[in-house]
């Protein structure tokens, strides 16, 4: 059982910097993988990032461009998501998550059990 809580979410001009937080509580998800996604309107939820608890290994869209980073504070018990240089199209609702049983870090969402509420993320230009 986990329950995952992200915040940090609001409003950038283009070229700015966010940082989400996403706060974990609940049984064993220090062992889980953790990820990133993100839903614009009218689109599907897409892959953005993910990583195992300890950071220690960590997988990137593509098209992300080495513009975002994810890392984990293991005291604080959460998860980040840096996300620099910021563009237009990152405007998404962004969401946190977590899978109990997925071994691949470049997986989709179906292969996630737990998810935290979304923040919005909203760049201008």
């Known amino acids: 059982q986990v329950q995952l809580v992200e915040s940090g979410g609001g409003s950038a001009q283009a070229g700015g910097s966010l940082r989400l937080s996403c706060a974990a509580s609940g049984r064993s998800f220090s062992s889980y993988v953790m990820g990133w996604f993100r839903q614009a309107p009218g689109k599907e939820r897409e892959f953005v990032a993910a990583c195992s608890w300890r950071g220690t290994n960590t997988y990137y869209s593509d098209s992300l461009k080495g513009r975002f980073t994810i890392a984990t504070d293991n005291a604080k018990n959460t998860v980040y998501l840096q996300m620099n240089s910021l563009k237009p199209e990152d405007t998404a609702v962004y969401y946190c998550?977590?899978?109990?049983?997925?071994?691949?870090?470049?997986?989709?969402?179906?292969?996630?059990?737990?998810w935290g509420q979304g923040t919005q993320v909203t760049v201008s230009s």
């Open positions: 998550a977590a899978s109990s049983y997925v071994r691949n870090l470049s997986a989709g969402p179906r292969f996630y059990d737990y």
